[in-house]
């Protein structure tokens, strides 16, 4: 009940802040963007007129992506069944009828279909609307765990009912964490791939909306996955950084592919070391995923003993990221591996002599899989350029983000090394930044 009460103050809070006279609101994207944003929702009700400046706008694809998708843990299910009241168990036990249904139905692991199946919208939208009553009557009635079914099971009935070709609906099949091994249970996903159509009544609700980004870049890209308008006007600002400043450098007798990973490691390895013992200095490597990542710092370990190294760990917490960090602001010399897109990928200030390079050994391409391959499909459906908008463009965003740590002022200097053959086909050299000089 706690939550529930933690959200009333949450309101009370905004509403007397507005009622103060607040001219400007500073929040994350989700206070405006959300399914159920609370700020858009008192814009609409009280009909005022505002202006939405939204920073780090190439953030905003996947943001709302999962702002507007929404998944159901059969687990979930079976455990809101044996706590929830009375009233509630004979529509929990027709959604789990046709849940079942579905998952018996099912030959693969991971299917995609049409649409929702009409039965279990209906059996979730029977199951949602005695949920209500029951609250209305006995607000206190229900234990957290299935009240936290039972809203996620909202926000997955709101998101079916307007299901459509931006997103997909898929099951997947899976391990039961709450019971033996042997026993399974089907996950339902609204999937959202493309949140333009959600994100356009956002801008027609505002007076204007400004975006800002280093790295919105192909515009066209944005345009469709976000649902600018066609009238949308871009201003490409020149940065106050000088060609002179940075050089880049291609790597193109390596591939980062995953079948080339093995034969990788050492070229990597030994560019770094060459790069560190001709400038030393502060340096960050980025890899595509924890174990490419700890291959190399233990190949630079075991080949390269002088040259001080550091690396990311899965769930490090602030304390940790902050002691990650530390180490060039205190050592000045070294090298910190880090994961391409990650928490180190971008938003990290490390001035002048704090870093002065980066190797960035991946393309930042998303694994290939089968989610990802649906929405690939997907996008080629509705753009014609399914592996571009899955796979190339995000991909060198990262790439873009995590290079643009080592540039931070006017006067810095650093070199950027681009490990993978990959970087010298036309179509990847067009999507780095113009003022790049690429030796």
Avoid at 61 to 80: C, F, I, N, P, V
Avoid at 109 to 137: H, N, R
Avoid at 155 to 181: K, M, N, W
Wanted: aromatic share 10%.
């Amino acid at each position: 009940m706690k939550s529930r009460s933690r959200t009333r103050s949450v309101r009370t809070i905004w509403r007397r802040n507005w009622r103060a006279g607040a001219d400007v609101v500073v929040g994350d994207y989700n206070y405006y963007y959300d399914s159920s944003a609370m700020l858009y929702a008192l814009t609409q009700i009280n009909q005022w007129r505002v202006g939405v400046l939204v920073d780090e706008a190439h953030n905003l694809l996947d943001r709302a992506r999962r702002m507007y998708s929404a998944s159901l843990d059969q687990a979930a299910l079976r455990l809101a069944r044996k706590t929830a009241p009375a009233t509630l168990r004979k529509p929990l036990e027709r959604l789990q009828r046709e849940w079942s249904a579905l998952k018996r139905a099912q030959t693969e692991t991971y299917q995609v279909y049409d649409d929702v199946p009409s039965k279990l919208l209906f059996a979730a939208q029977k199951l949602i609307g005695e949920v209500t009553d029951q609250l209305a009557d006995a607000p206190l009635s229900i234990d957290e765990a299935s009240l936290r079914f039972f809203f996620d099971a909202m926000h997955f009935v709101a998101l079916a009912e307007q299901f459509g070709e931006h997103s997909i609906f898929d099951i997947t099949i899976s391990a039961d964490r709450f019971a033996p091994r042997d026993k399974t249970a089907a996950t339902l996903c609204v999937r959202n791939v493309i949140p333009a159509p959600f994100l356009a009544q956002r801008y027609a609700a505002a007076r204007t909306t400004v975006m800002f980004s280093g790295t919105l870049n192909p515009y066209h890209f944005y345009r469709d996955t976000l649902g600018l308008p066609e009238s949308t006007s871009w201003l490409d600002v020149e940065g106050p950084f000088r060609a002179e400043q940075l050089q880049v450098r291609v790597a193109g007798n390596v591939s980062t592919r995953w079948r080339d990973r093995e034969r990788s490691l050492m070229p990597i390895v030994d560019l770094i070391a060459r790069q560190y013992a001709a400038q030393p200095g502060n340096y960050l490597g980025f890899l595509s995923s924890f174990d490419y990542l700890q291959r190399v710092v233990e190949l630079m370990r075991e080949r390269h003993p002088d040259v001080p190294v550091w690396a990311q760990e899965p769930g490090m917490d602030e304390a940790a990221r902050d002691a990650f960090l530390a180490r060039f602001r205190t050592h000045r010399q070294g090298v910190g591996f880090a994961v391409l897109g990650g928490a180190f990928s971008e938003g990290v200030d490390l001035v002048g002599q704090q870093l002065i390079g980066a190797f960035i050994a991946t393309l930042g391409l998303p694994q290939i899989n089968d989610v990802n391959e649906q929405m690939r499909r997907t996008m080629d459906a509705k753009f014609g350029s399914g592996y571009d908008y899955m796979y190339l463009y995000p991909g060198l965003q990262k790439v873009v983000q995590a290079a643009g740590r080592v540039i931070r002022t006017e006067q810095d200097q650093g070199v950027v090394h681009l490990i993978d053959d990959r970087y010298r086909r036309a179509e990847v050299r067009r999507l780095l930044p113009r003022w790049w000089q690429v030796d």
